[in-house]
């Protein structure tokens, strides 16, 4: 499941270094995946929420502003972001999609677009998460990480990749050489949430 964007440049490091520095990052963005989910239904508007069908917030054809509720720093790169849905809202996003975000950054003519994967659950209501590592040369890891609560971030979306289906593939081969490892871990969360579901999962992680 490629993405049609970098967010950072090719590192120039080889052997030993980049095996831990990819362990070191996996930890970290995987260890934040946990965060997020110890924090859904605890701090969130999802509790008590209304047994009516959600709405989907994302909207396909058009960037939509979406407020930031808080921010959490989980080491001195990556920070876990909460940005806020109305009560019963879902963000909307189907499994192996992501969305793309939009800022005019600086003195730059034209915006920056870059896509991004949500570390929360699909089902999730009232909130959606991300965890974004910033880049010494990403501008809009950059721009996320300059956002304080109140601030906005404009998305759009979902922007299907392949379409997944419970059972459909005896197996899935996943590698995650610089798309991250937030867009696999969507797909796994799906399967093994799912009994029915009996896929075998590899993961090769060489960001």
Do not use: H, R
């Given at each position: 499941f490629s993405r049609a964007y970098s967010t950072a440049p090719a590192g120039g490091k080889n052997g030993n270094g980049v095996l831990w520095a990819s362990l070191a990052t996996g930890a970290v963005l995987v260890?934040?995946?946990y965060y997020t989910r110890s924090k859904e239904g605890v701090d969130s508007p999802l509790a008590g929420a209304s047994s009516e069908p959600a709405t989907k917030?994302?909207?396909p054809k058009k960037f939509l502003p979406f407020k930031l509720i808080e921010s959490t720093p989980i080491n001195h790169d990556t920070t876990h972001y909460r940005f806020s849905l109305e009560p019963n809202q879902v963000l909307g996003l189907d499994i192996t999609?992501?969305?793309?975000v939009k800022a005019k950054i600086g003195d730059d003519e034209k915006?920056?677009?870059r896509p991004y994967t949500p570390v929360s659950?699909?089902?999730a209501r009232g909130h959606f998460d991300l965890?974004?590592?910033r880049y010494p040369n990403g501008k809009m890891s950059n721009h996320i990480h300059s956002l304080a609560p109140g601030d906005v971030l404009e998305i759009k979306g979902p922007?299907?990749?392949y379409p997944y289906k419970a059972g459909a593939l005896k197996e899935v081969g996943m590698i995650a050489g610089g798309s991250g490892i937030t867009?696999?871990?969507q797909l796994i969360q799906h399967v093994l949430e799912d009994p029915s579901d009996n896929t075998k999962l590899t993961l090769v992680f060489a960001n």
């Open positions: 260890g934040a995946y917030a994302l909207d999609s992501c969305f793309v915006p920056t677009i659950q699909q089902d965890v974004i590592k922007i299907p990749k867009p696999m871990l």
